[in-house]
């Protein structure tokens, strides 16, 4: 093995329900605007040719349950409420049944965006990095294995900041679900195990701020919690 001149940051990796090992976590890739009523409340039109994808850094992750600051250069910190899909074999060019059979498990997440940033470099057609991949950026709960869940049908995805519910929706509401969303990104990335999709938000985003706590869950999954503190 060839030595390095210093140590990386390495990705956390997501325990899952029934395992001793946890799950390794590879890329993250995000669905844009998968919910109509969040699109509306975002003023922009669905895109219903096909899906678009953003990214986010797997060592920007952070499990259920942290404590993080408040981030920099925003005023408009968001939460975003995501179902998350775990790819447990690999797949390129898929069809609807080897999307189905690759998924491994499914679990809650979150999508932390700064959106003034985000609205700022998409009115200038600029891509959206500085909005959507920051530090603690992600947040995911235990994973829980298809065998043991399902699939998404009409599952309630909902969140709530300090106790009051801000996101009320079902799986029912995804313009582009879990086998077309695979079977679309397999034609663009051979994707193998360890990456992870995050499907979309519900309409009801908003702002959170230093004292706040984020608690999000879809039905029969793990919840996933976050803690903002003060800037540092």
Not at 65 to 82: D, K, L, Q, R, S
Not at 116 to 139: C, F, H, S, T
Not at 165 to 187: F, N, P, R, Y
Request: charged share 20%; with cysteine; glycine share 8%.
């Amino acid at each position: 093995m060839t030595e390095t001149l210093f140590q990386l940051p390495q990705p956390p990796a997501i325990p899952v329900l029934g395992e001793a090992a946890a799950y390794p976590l590879g890329r993250i890739f995000c669905v844009g605007r998968n919910y109509a009523a969040h699109a509306a409340e975002m003023g922009v039109e669905v895109d219903r040719e096909a899906p678009f994808y953003f990214t986010k850094s797997a060592v920007n992750a952070v499990l259920a349950g942290a404590t993080v600051p408040y981030p920099p250069g925003t005023v408009n910190f968001h939460y975003e409420m995501e179902l998350a899909v775990a790819l447990g074999a690999p797949l390129f060019q898929a069809t609807a049944e080897q999307a189905r059979t690759a998924v491994y498990a499914y679990g809650c997440a979150l999508d932390m965006t700064r959106r003034d940033l985000q609205i700022r470099e998409r009115k200038k057609q600029r891509p959206w990095d500085l909005g959507k991949d920051l530090e603690n950026g992600a947040v995911f709960a235990a994973l829980t294995r298809t065998a043991d869940w399902g699939v998404p049908r009409t599952q309630r995805i909902h969140l709530a900041v300090n106790g009051e519910v801000k996101q009320d929706a079902t799986l029912a509401e995804l313009i582009w679900s879990v086998e077309e969303i695979l079977c679309h990104l397999s034609g663009f990335y051979h994707l193998r195990p360890g990456d992870v999709i995050l499907t979309g938000t519900p309409a009801g985003v908003g702002p959170v701020i230093a004292g706040d706590r984020i608690r999000g869950q879809v039905d029969g999954l793990e919840p996933v919690m976050l803690a903002l503190t003060a800037p540092e």
